[in-house]
């Protein structure tokens, strides 16, 4: 049964440099075993090599015609999902913040205008009604800004770290 792997992964990174250069020496360049170079290689398994492992299996790849590393390639595009996750993220906090202003703005105003003597009740409903709605919009910005905290998991959905 052929497993599946998930695209930027790290395990299909080095199941790509297992099928060029084999299991034994992606073992030996690593110093670690079959089995563990095999595990790397399963999505549905928690571990990776250190560094200068990955490292190691990269420059045997490429020694063995392959024209990039998989491992490096595999953490950039990981690292550019996660940053355009961030940006996206930004955009969205700061498209909030504009609308944000504007409806309090506008509650502030027709709040002013409520406390002026002989202010109408129909007025103070409008003031109530704008208020009511630059309320509405503080949850979303909220959650915009919690969004921003390290450990969200930006990129976890592209990256397959669905923990």
Not at 45 to 60: E, I, K, N, S
């Amino acid at each position: 049964m052929t497993k599946l792997r998930t695209p930027l992964s790290f395990s299909r990174a080095i199941t790509t440099i297992a099928a060029a250069i084999g299991w034994e020496p992606a073992a030996k360049v690593t110093g670690r075993s079959v089995r563990t170079v095999r595990h790397w290689s399963e999505s549905d398994r928690h571990g990776t090599p250190t560094l200068d492992q990955a490292l190691a299996l990269d420059r045997a790849f490429i020694a063995a015609g392959g024209d990039h590393g998989p491992i490096l390639s595999s953490y950039g595009l990981q690292l550019d999902v996660a940053l355009v996750d961030a940006v996206a993220c930004r955009t969205a906090l700061a498209e909030d913040i504009a609308a944000t202003t504007r409806e309090t703005g506008d509650a502030i105003s027709h709040c002013i205008q409520a406390l002026h003597p002989g202010a109408t009740p129909a007025q103070i409903y409008r003031a109530i009604a704008e208020t009511e709605e630059a309320d509405a919009l503080f949850p979303r910005l909220l959650g915009r800004l919690k969004a921003l905290l390290p450990g969200t998991g930006a990129g976890r959905e592209a990256t397959g770290e669905m923990r």
